[in-house]
Nanobody
Framework: QVQLVESGGGLVQPGGSLRLSCAAS????????MGWYRQAAGKERELVAR???????NYADSVKGRFTISRENAKNTLYLQMNSLKPEDTAVYYC?????????WGKGTLVTVSS
């Protein structure tokens, strides 16, 4: 059974940085894609960034230039480096991986950007 466990969320001031991690219970080499979504209170879940096995990336316009997605297949881990955080980045962030045609989700980690 595939399990994805996010970590690294927390409270940060505007302009600050956080690094999210997502540890997978299985080999993620073929996971295509892997990604991060987020859901703010009262809003729909939205794509933040995704990455292919070869490292090709896509980002939401709202995070381009501030967030960086990466994956370390040897450690079965996905990352999201978030810089220059804004209050509107406040949300629960979810890790997702598509493996053998099935989408798997973590339970999420809360990121709060506030002074």
């Amino acid at each position: 059974q595939v399990q994805l466990v996010e970590s690294g969320g927390g409270l940060v001031q505007p302009g600050g940085s956080l690094r999210l991690s997502c540890a997978a219970s299985v080999n993620i080499f073929s996971a295509n894609p892997m990604g991060w979504y987020r859901q703010a209170a009262g809003k729909e879940r939205e794509l933040v960034a995704r990455i292919s096995p070869l490292g090709n990336t896509n980002y939401a316009d709202s995070v381009k230039g501030r967030f960086t997605i990466s994956r370390e297949n040897a450690k079965n881990t996905l990352y999201l480096q978030m810089n220059s955080l804004k209050p509107e980045d406040t949300a629960v962030y979810y890790c997702t991986a598509s493996i053998l045609g099935m989408d798997h989700w973590g339970k999420g980690t809360l990121v709060t950007v506030s002074s």
